[in-house]
Structures are given as C-alpha cells and as structure tokens.
C-alpha cells in the first residue's frame, strides 16, 4: 500500500519544476482514505447501530466527493494562454509513452514527459516504475470486490434483503440503503438505523471482510514475484523522498 508521504514529495517535485518554469502550482494534499485496514486491503468501516440511529449515515458515504482537483481548479482560473502553457509543462507532449503489463495481463500507461514525468522520474527511477508500485497496490485493492461473490457473503445479502423487507424497505445491499437515503434525507436515520441493525444480524460486513482478505491473499501468493518487485520498488522510492526532504 503506497504512503502518502509518496505523493507529498511528488507534488513537491512537480511544484519545484514549475516554478523552475516560472509557474505557479497549487497546495496538493495527498489523497485521504479514512476506510480502516482489514487484513491486507482498506475496507469501508462498519456503520455501527447507535451511530445511525443518533446522526444517520456518515458524510463520507452521503456527500459526493469533488471531482475537480486543486491542480484543476488552479488551471482553470489561469487565462486561456497560461492555461495551455501550464498543461504543456506539467504533461509535457510525449503522450502516454511508457506502457507496463502487470499482474493477469493488466496493461496500464502514462507519460514521462513535463513536470510529472521527471518527478516520477526522479523519485521511482522510471515512469514504469511508478505504474508498477501504483497499480499493484491498486490490483490488489480491487480483488476485494470479488468477496460479492463469495457463497457465504451471497448468502449474507440474501438475508440481509429479507431483514430490510420485514423493516419496510426493499433494497438488496447497504449501498442500495445510501442511495434511498440520498434521495429521501427525511428517512436517513431510518434507512440507515435499518441497514447498520440488518448488517449486524447478518454478520454481512465480517463475512464480506474474511472473503476480501482470503481473496487478496490468493491474488498476492499468485503473483508474487511482481508484487515482490513492487514492494522493493516502493521502499527505494520512500528511500529517496526521505533523502530528499533532508536537502531540502
């Protein structure tokens, strides 16, 4: 799972090489996933029974995420002429250029051109580098989803729907519970007491949990040698972004 101190000191290399090219750049905070850590991928935390029933569901599942970025924003509110030039220094014109397969054919590309290109660059060695340490752990993430069909989990959801019918509603998965409430936010503490008080006397959350974790530990033994190379890759880039902040 790659730190977040990673993507502190790529941005703060993308900023050194725009300012070099006389350009602002905005403040970037590193990404923030408050999921927890189960076993060896982040799950969504348990929506616990006295939770709903006081506030509801919890903002990070009812307010949708922004989906502009500061680096966007900051771009957008640049006059036409500026805007160009301020992509063109930060993608550079190589196009996706560097290309890497990965873990069950998995191919995936970027370019190594402008301000991003030499930060990663200059922090995993390579632009492949980088892809290899980013998508392994995000393959690994991904496995998680295959826990949906796990007989014990399809099972888990079965009841949970006929615990959410008897209470009235009829929604088949606790995302399908977030998505009523959204739409009707006079019956969140409802929906969500329902859904947190059917969760727990199906066990789905735990089940689902013990499935993701059994999963991702088969895809991990099953692709070990680039996961191992992964991980190599990622301690030497924690190496050299701590260098870093020393000489700076």
Same mark, same amino acid.
């Given at each position: 799972m790659r730190a977040a101190a990673l993507d502190v000191a790529e941005n703060q290399l993308i900023a050194q090489c725009m300012r070099r090219a006389g350009l602002s750049y905005p403040d970037v905070p590193p990404p923030r996933d408050d =999921? @927890? !850590?189960?076993?060896? !991928?982040?799950?969504? /935390? @348990?929506? =616990?029974?006295?939770?709903a029933r006081r506030e509801g569901?919890?903002?990070s599942v009812m307010i949708a995420a922004s989906r502009q970025g500061p680096v966007e924003a900051h771009a957008d509110a640049l006059p036409p002429e500026s805007r160009e030039?301020?992509?063109?220094?930060? =993608?550079?014109?190589t196009g996706t250029d560097v290309r890497v397969t990965l873990a069950g054919g998995f191919e995936?590309?970027?370019?190594?051109?402008?301000?991003?290109?030499?930060a990663r660059k200059e922090l995993y060695g390579s632009v492949a580098n980088f892809l290899t340490v980013f998508y392994t752990?995000?393959?690994? *993430?991904? *496995?998680?989803?295959g826990a949906d069909r796990d007989q014990e989990v399809v099972a888990a959801y079965e009841s949970y729907a006929q615990c959410m019918g008897v209470k009235g509603h009829r929604v088949a998965a606790p995302a399908e519970a977030i998505a009523l409430a959204k739409k009707h936010p006079s019956e969140e503490v409802a929906l969500?007491?329902?859904? /947190?008080?059917? =969760?727990?006397?199906?066990r789905l959350h735990e089940l689902r949990e013990a499935a993701a974790d059994r999963i991702v530990r088969r895809w991990l033994a099953d692709n070990e040698g680039t996961v191992v190379q992964a991980h190599a890759l990622l301690v030497e880039a924690q190496r050299i972004s701590l260098s870093s902040n020393h000489k700076r």
């Open positions: =999921r @927890p !850590v189960v076993g060896l !991928v982040r799950a969504s /935390a @348990p929506l =616990r029974v006295e939770d569901y919890p903002d030039r301020f992509h063109e220094v930060l =993608r550079g014109d995936t590309a970027a370019s190594s051109g402008g301000c991003v290109g030499s752990a995000e393959l690994a *993430q991904r *496995q998680a989803s969500a007491t329902a859904d /947190a008080e059917c =969760r727990a006397a199906t």
